[in-house]
């Protein structure tokens, strides 16, 4: 694991307290629907040429390193939280899985040369760099990507509406968040990857509607009235409906995360 601590910015969440606290959770009977969802537009949105050198950027606790390296991708991943990696790390080990390198850095200062991926993976990442950086962390990703090379990225979306008013209710009651989401509308991502000299391909929207399993607090507590039993009934209706009204084009600019293809121009 490589160390990066030059590398340090700041950023606006305890990401180490919160890797150890979705560490457990991420493996509950609960959080299935979530890692069902993620893995389901994974497959319909991400396509990795044969053999290919991908860069997870910002991997978090490694959810999709994970998918890259079973797709039979090379993975390079990096996070700013130290904790974050070796959870990746000690996840990757678990599934019989080992990436090329795993380090601490910042998509601010990304440890690659020019042109060294074919594709660069980052999710949920850049909306936790301050506002007036997040240009520059996109050009970077673009940087590190191989002309003609695919970033696929994504944030939480403005318009939201039906997680915008959950996430409210629970704030009302005291419960959540902690942090600030920042919030970028499909049309500031978009004008983000031509900026940095990128064509826009597909775009897919995940979790239009909350689970029905209940919104996850920032301190990981499920904000649930329903028996578990009833749970896992519902979550399988709700997974099966929620794939099928992503897909309608017209509402994909209202799902929570609005995933973008990008590409490199030659
Ligand atoms: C919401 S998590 C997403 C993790 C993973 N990409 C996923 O989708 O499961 C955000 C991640 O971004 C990382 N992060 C925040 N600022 C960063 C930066 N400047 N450079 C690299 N990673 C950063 C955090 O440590 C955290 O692991």
């Not at 998918?67 to 070796?86: I, P, Y």
């Not at 409210?168 to 419960?175: A, C, H, K, N, V």
């Amino acid at each position: 694991m490589g160390n990066a601590s030059s590398q340090k910015t700041d950023f606006d969440k305890d990401w180490d307290g919160y890797s150890v606290l979705i560490d457990d959770r991420k493996d509950s009977p609960g959080w299935a629907v979530i890692r069902e969802a993620r893995e389901s537009h994974w497959r319909e949105l991400v396509q990795l040429p044969a053999g290919s050198h991908i860069l997870d950027a910002g991997c978090g606790n490694g959810d999709y390193t994970r998918l890259a390296l079973q797709d039979g991708a090379r993975v390079w991943a990096f996070d700013l939280s130290r904790e974050m990696v070796s959870a990746t790390e000690r996840r990757l080990a678990a599934a019989g899985l080992e990436a090329e390198e795993l380090q601490v850095a910042s998509v601010l200062e990304i440890p690659y040369p020019d042109a060294r991926f074919d594709v660069v993976l980052c999710f949920a990442v850049i909306d936790h760099v301050p506002d007036e950086r997040r240009l520059d962390a996109v050009r970077e990703l673009v940087r590190v990507l191989k002309p003609g090379g695919t970033l696929y990225i994504n944030t939480p979306n403005r318009y939201a509406y039906t997680w915008r008013a959950g996430h409210w209710l629970m704030r009302q009651l005291g419960r959540f968040p902690k942090g600030k989401i920042r919030w970028l509308s499909p049309g500031e991502l978009q004008a983000l990857c031509i900026e940095a000299d990128c064509s826009l391909g597909r775009s897919l929207g995940l979790e239009l509607l909350p689970p029905v399993s209940g919104i996850y607090t920032s301190d990981l507590e499920r904000l649930t009235v329903l028996p578990e039993s009833l749970i896992s009934v519902l979550d399988r209706w709700y997974l099966r409906v929620e794939q099928r009204l992503r897909r309608i084009d017209g509402l994909k600019p209202f799902c929570f995360h609005y995933f973008l293809e990008a590409t490199k121009r030659d």
